[in-house]
């Protein structure tokens, strides 16, 4: 059974930089594209970085150029480095498998962007 740990979130003003991680275990984790979404409240979960297992990845425009997703297949690890944040990516953030998620989600980490 999948075990999705997500670790790194914490309150950070418009304009700084958080460093998200993954721990995933359970799962055949180098063959399956990951990702990482985001749930802010009162809204639906959305994908925000795609990493396939040949490290090519892809991104919404509401973060191109200042997030970047990465991974490390002997880790069995997936970060997401986030820049230049904005109050809008106020979320709370979690990892899973790109495309079509797994059923079970990791308890996520919370990003707070203060203005």
């Known amino acids: 059974q999948v075990q999705l740990v997500e670790s790194g979130g914490g309150l950070v003003q418009a304009g700084g930089s958080l460093r998200l991680s993954c721990a995933a275990s359970?799962?055949?984790?180098?063959?399956?594209?990951m990702g990482w979404y985001r749930q802010a409240p009162g809204k639906r979960r959305e994908w925000v970085a795609f990493?396939?297992?040949?490290?090519?990845?892809n991104y919404p425009d509401s973060v191109k150029g200042r997030f970047t997703i990465s991974r490390d297949n002997s880790k069995n690890t997936v970060w997401l480095q986030m820049n230049s944040l904005k109050p809008e990516d106020t979320a709370v953030y979690y990892c899973?498998?790109?495309?079509?998620?797994?059923?079970?989600w990791g308890q996520g980490t919370q990003v707070t962007v203060s203005s």
């Open positions: 359970g799962s055949p984790f180098s063959i399956n594209a």
């Open positions: 990493i396939k297992s040949d490290g090519s990845t």
């Open positions: 899973n498998r790109a495309y079509i998620p797994w059923s079970i």
